[in-house]
């Protein structure tokens, strides 16, 4: 029988975890606990996923060993504050806050030897389908660091990087979302343009994009193979592709990438 993991805060990041938590059995639902002030979100986690939860902070680290902090980055400090007299050495904490580094962590509790898991997921762990990044102080041991994987495998894919990677990972996975939601959007509206119904130009819209992803996964071909098989000499694909070449369409990419990743960088200074 596993131990309990707890939760503090129960937002949409929180309910991802433990829905694929639950679906992938690695947790039972009498092991999962959550510490959530708002009182629609507990009843809304306990009506759904059939979990305790709780108002106050200090009961999920009295009962749990894994403890995932939830939290938005701006009350992170305030949390770890309150809880710091629970926290114990036997504690593995996993945030998926952005943009704080590790040492923010150890420097708010006051205890060298807490054991720290930082993570970077995305938004679309909310359909499992998720892409985490994952890095940890040396207080945690290869195990534990096995443990964290496990939980957000249940959500996705996961890499282990060396902290210093996690802003580039912010840059790329954690925002890349806004970036492909951004893109299908441009393509309904240039579809309704050109005369389809919003209805018909999101069906293709989405599809494209989800055939697309899954043609390059099964295939194994690289993007550029897959891209060439697209357009022939003359048609309509290579006419379309000339117009992103010429506005820099991958140079645009990689600057919103940077971008980005700056952001983090500066968002990690101002722990």
Do not use: W
């Amino acid at each position: 029988m596993k131990q309990h993991i707890g939760f503090i805060g129960g937002g949409q990041m929180a309910e991802a975890l433990i829905k694929g938590i639950l679906a992938s059995g690695l947790y039972s639902k009498s092991n999962i606990l959550v510490s959530e002030p708002n009182d629609y979100r507990r009843e809304h986690l306990e009506s759904t996923y059939l979990i305790k939860t709780f108002q106050n902070n200090h009961a999920i680290f009295e009962k749990s060993k894994v403890v995932i902090l939830a939290v938005k980055p701006q009350t992170m400090k305030a949390v770890l504050e309150n809880c710091r007299s629970v926290i114990e050495p036997h504690h593995i904490l996993i945030t998926v806050a952005a943009g704080l580094p590790i040492s923010f962590y150890i420097k708010t509790i006051g205890k060298k030897e807490t054991k720290i898991i930082r993570v970077m997921p995305n938004t679309p762990a909310l359909v499992l389908e998720g892409a985490s990044a994952l890095s940890k102080n040396d207080n945690v041991s290869d195990k534990e660091l096995r443990l964290a994987e496990e939980i957000f495998l249940a959500v996705g894919e996961v890499v282990i990087l060396d902290e210093v990677h996690l802003d580039a990972v912010t840059g790329l996975s954690g925002s890349g979302p806004a970036y492909v939601f951004s893109f299908v959007e441009a393509l309904v509206d240039a579809g309704v343009k050109m005369g389809l119904t919003r209805v018909i130009s999101e069906k293709l819209a989405m599809q494209t994009v989800a055939g697309s992803v899954k043609l390059l996964r099964e295939s194994g071909e690289h993007p550029a193979a897959l891209r060439g098989k697209v357009t022939s000499p003359g048609d309509t694909a290579i006419t379309a592709l000339h117009v992103l070449e010429k506005v820099g369409f991958h140079g645009i990419i990689m600057d919103i990438v940077e971008s980005a990743v700056l952001r983090s960088k500066e968002l990690g200074k101002m722990e």
